[in-house]
């Protein structure tokens, strides 16, 4: 194995789909034609800083139009690639068709590094790159959504929206023209957080599953789980931050681009965040132990890893050292397709990426359905759901009192009962139900079908097939 040189990204996630459609039976040409990235723009240009003109190169990869608008996170990294970008593109395609979220494929990316510039500078680059992909309308509510990735985040997603508007001033819907935006800009509650959110959900839903769990060798529930994540940035954090704080599981190591903490008590994810923002890594953090090669801690043991940060950490020089039993993508692509076949035959278990992450895409569908229909969600219902609840609560109190039955509500429940859904609580329940359904289809294919063995295939066969329909659909 260790021979055999390690496939690009690209290649991963196509010998990943091989895999998969080898086990299915789709026309001959339909295989390749989903396979396939239908177009890639690379863009470079100038912008005019620190007295001297800057060229930059961009990209805006689209892989399938089965259904539109595509959508697909902007990345800012050094790293950005074509490769690269058309591997996240396909991904999209494949994590959209798996949750049901009514999209084609895409991925853009800028080659910057975000740390070497400052706010206004980030803001011109920002503008001027959307510029190029709107008057192409590969940003465009009706055809291309981007959302937030690796080095961007609301901040960014404004800009775009903003810039869409200068440009098109009569479009109505001009702010459904990008996902991830600030609320008071048209963003929606819950979207910052919503791919942790989802990792964590993913994880419940394995968890209710105890033939799921024995299958990574684990037992028990979350509640006491070691885990260790890898990035500590948007995805990263909040997956850290709920898992600890609300489902009992001990962060024992975090590993980020400048080394690694390690604490098998439990690391405070809070208190590591804010000392990030403050120094810019993990190092010189007063608790713990810190270790320089950030890289070596995936291998340790701990019960669930969480790699958060990147594509092509475990790969095939580090992949049979890895002790985890159960491994959550939560980054794209994080584990490449030889580690994949090393970490299968050693019985890890592997929730695919396109499943894991999925939720920063749910909510960015819901994100962009409140842009179009201009409303927020549980607007109109909200306070007659909170009456009819008063109603019930009221009857039963009555009843109480009139038949001196003695018995009367808890407080907390009647709080808890009475309040009407917001549009965070209406949020975070779609998001529940979206993984929930996701997760249900693909250990159906797994568990149902003798040919598939693990999770990734399980969710590839779902969604393909779920793609191959839709370009049935319409006649191909
Ligand atoms: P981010 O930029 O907010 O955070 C990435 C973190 O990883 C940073 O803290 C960075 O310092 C750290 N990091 C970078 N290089 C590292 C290294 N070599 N070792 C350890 N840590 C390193 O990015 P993000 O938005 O959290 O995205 C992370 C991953 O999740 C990416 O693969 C992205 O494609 C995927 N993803 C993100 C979203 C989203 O909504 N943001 C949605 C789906 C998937």
New binding site residues.
């Given amino acids: 194995m260790a021979s055999i040189k390690e496939p690009s990204f690209r290649d991963s996630v196509d010998l990943m789909f091989s895999r998969a459609v080898a086990l299915m039976d789709l026309p001959p040409g339909l295989e390749e034609k989903i396979r396939v990235c239908n177009a890639t723009y690379t863009v470079r240009f100038g912008v005019r800083l620190r007295g001297q003109i800057h060229t930059f190169t961009g990209y805006r990869s689209v892989h399938s139009e089965h259904m539109e608008p595509v959508k697909g996170?902007i990345?800012y990294?050094m790293g950005v690639n074509q490769d690269e970008v058309e591997a996240?593109a396909a991904l999209m395609t494949y994590k959209c068709a798996l949750v049901d979220a009514p999209f084609g494929g895409s991925k853009g990316g800028l080659r910057i590094d975000p740390r070497e510039w400052d706010t206004d500078e980030l803001e011109r680059i920002t503008r001027r790159f959307a510029y190029e992909l709107i008057k192409r309308d590969l940003i465009h509510p009706s055809q291309n959504v981007p959302?937030?990735?690796?080095?961007?985040?609301e901040r960014e997603m404004a800009w775009i929206a903003d810039q869409y508007k200068r440009m098109n001033t009569t479009d109505i819907n001009s702010r459904a023209c990008v996902t991830?935006k600030p609320v008071n800009a048209g963003g929606i509650q819950g979207r910052t957080e919503?791919?942790?959110r989802g990792v964590q959900y993913a994880l419940q839903e394995f968890f209710r599953h105890p033939e799921d769990i024995k299958a990574a060798n684990l037992g028990g529930s979350l509640d006491g789980k070691k885990v260790i994540v890898?990035?500590?940035?948007?995805?990263?954090?909040h997956a850290a931050k709920f898992l600890s704080e609300e489902d009992g599981c001990l962060i024992t190591a975090i590993?980020?681009?400048?080394g690694a903490l390690i604490d098998e008590k439990g690391i405070n994810v809070e208190a590591v965040r804010n000392w990030?923002g403050k120094h810019g890594?993990v190092s010189g953090y007063p608790h713990g132990k810190y270790v320089e090669n950030?890289?070596s801690v995936l291998e340790n043991a701990c019960d669930i890893l969480i790699p958060?940060?990147?594509?092509g950490?475990i790969h095939m020089g580090n992949a049979a050292n890895i002790q985890a039993p159960l491994i959550i993508e939560?980054?794209?692509?994080?584990v490449t397709a030889g580690a994949d076949e090393i970490l299968r035959e050693k019985g890890c278990v592997i929730i695919p990426?396109m499943f894991a992450?999925?939720?920063?895409?749910t909510v960015?569908y819901f994100e962009w359905v409140k842009n179009l229909s201009h409303i927020r969600f549980g607007r109109m219902g909200r306070r007659q759901e909170e009456a009819r609840h008063q109603l019930l609560v009221d009857e039963l109190e009555q009843l109480s009192a009139d038949k001196e039955l003695g018995w009367t509500l808890t407080p907390g429940f009647k709080k808890q009962y009475l309040r009407g859904a917001g549009e965070l609580e209406l949020v975070r329940s779609g998001l529940d139900d979206t993984m929930r359904a996701a997760y249900q289809s693909m250990r159906e294919t797994w568990h149902g079908r003798e040919d598939v063995t693990d999770l990734r295939t399980a969710a590839y066969l779902v969604s393909i097939g779920k793609v191959a329909s839709s370009y049935r659909a319409l006649g191909l």
Avoid at 330 to 334: E, F, L, R, S, V
Avoid at 357 to 361: D, E, I, L, R, T
Wanted: charged share 10%; net charge negative; aromatic share 2%.
């Fill in positions: 996170g990345r990294a996240l959302a937030p990735d690796m080095g961007t985040g991830g919503a791919t942790g890898q990035g500590l940035g948007n995805v990263g954090y590993v980020e681009h400048d990030i890594g950030g890289a958060a940060a990147m594509e950490v939560a980054a794209n692509g994080p990426d992450n999925a939720g920063g895409v960015s």
